[in-house]
């Protein structure tokens, strides 16, 4: 077709601007929700096996399990939370969400940030209740806690950006596995790691994985697709 004639077509078929947009979008209603009034409300629509699994890290604790046992299981804690964040792909509801009363961003960070401050408790808690445990002060039993953890989260998250859908929650838990089954091994076969000396180190991996996974917390945030006639309190 010839490019004239296509370009005097478009002019012919080219909207007119909106007349009054700014006025009819001010009398729309809008969320009174505060920003801990939504954040709470969003612990609703986590699933409840979410919380009850994510709980299973104490039960080695109560049979008085040592301390290597229970770093091994926390790595699997991050596929729940995947789950909960993948759950609008794999349930095909991504478009659906575009368009509620929230955006998807304002949901998926706030369930999020719920799970990770759950997380974050029971890290806590764990650390108060193993300090002391095989003679091993609070920072060194927190750090052996924290490694694979975050080294978990960090690779969820990477890959989170790379993937989609159900390949998003295979790649978290596989990496949860060789997380897991890593320390493990390093536990058995190489008991200097866990020397004394070597926790200036063990506290360096903590401070960079910690400082990696904010980073790719925040362009994790940024990648989230955003929908203009989303009516949230962001905006």
Not at 14 to 19: A, G, L, M, R
Not at 147 to 154: D, E, K, R, S, V
Not at 183 to 195: G, I, N
């Given at each position: 077709?010839?490019r004239?004639?296509?370009?005097?077509l478009?002019?012919?078929f080219?909207?007119?601007?909106?007349?009054g947009?700014?006025?009819?979008?001010?009398?729309?209603?809008?969320?009174?929700?505060?920003?801990g009034?939504?954040?709470?409300?969003?612990?609703?629509?986590?699933q409840?096996?979410?919380w009850l699994?994510?709980l299973v890290?104490?039960?080695?604790?109560l049979?008085?399990?040592d301390l290597?046992?229970?770093?091994?299981?926390?790595?699997?804690?991050?596929?729940?939370?995947?789950?909960?964040?993948?759950?609008?792909?794999?349930?095909?509801?991504?478009?659906?969400?575009?368009?509620?009363?929230f955006?998807?961003?304002?949901?998926?960070?706030?369930?999020?940030c719920?799970?990770?401050?759950?997380?974050?408790?029971?890290?806590?808690?764990?650390?108060?209740l193993?300090g002391?445990?095989?003679?091993?002060?609070?920072?060194?039993?927190?750090a052996?806690?924290l490694?694979?953890?975050?080294?978990?989260?960090?690779g969820?998250?990477?890959?989170?950006?790379?993937?989609?859908?159900r390949?998003?929650?295979?790649?978290?838990?596989?990496?949860?596995?060789l997380?897991?089954?890593?320390?493990?091994?390093?536990?058995?076969?190489?008991?200097?790691?866990?020397?004394l000396?070597?926790?200036?180190?063990?506290?360096?991996a903590v401070?960079?994985l910690?400082?990696?996974?904010?980073g790719?917390?925040?362009?994790f945030?940024?990648?989230?697709?955003e929908?203009?006639?989303?009516?949230?309190f962001?905006?």
């Open positions: 077709m010839n004239r004639f296509q370009k005097k478009a002019a012919c080219t909207p007119p601007p909106p007349v947009k700014a006025a009819f979008l001010a009398r729309l209603p809008q969320p009174t929700l505060s920003l009034q939504f954040v709470g409300g969003q612990a609703r629509y986590i409840k096996q979410t699994l994510s890290v104490l039960v080695p604790v049979w008085g399990t290597w046992i229970t770093a091994a299981l926390l790595p699997f804690l991050v596929p729940l939370a995947v789950s909960e964040g993948a759950k609008s792909t794999l349930y095909g509801m991504e478009e659906l969400e575009t368009a509620s009363r955006s998807r961003k304002s949901v998926l960070l706030a369930r999020l719920l799970i990770g401050t759950f997380h974050a408790v029971l890290l806590l808690a764990l650390t108060l193993l002391g445990s095989q003679g091993l002060s609070l920072g060194r039993t927190g052996y806690l490694a694979p953890y975050l080294l978990t989260a960090w969820s998250l990477w890959l989170s950006r790379r993937l989609r859908g390949e998003v929650l295979y790649g978290a838990t596989a990496l949860a596995v997380a897991s089954g890593s320390y493990s091994a390093a536990v058995f076969l190489a008991d200097d790691l866990f020397a000396g070597a926790l200036p180190w063990w506290s360096l401070a960079l910690a400082a990696a996974l904010i790719e917390g925040i362009a945030a940024k990648r989230i697709k929908d203009t006639w989303n009516l949230s962001e905006t």
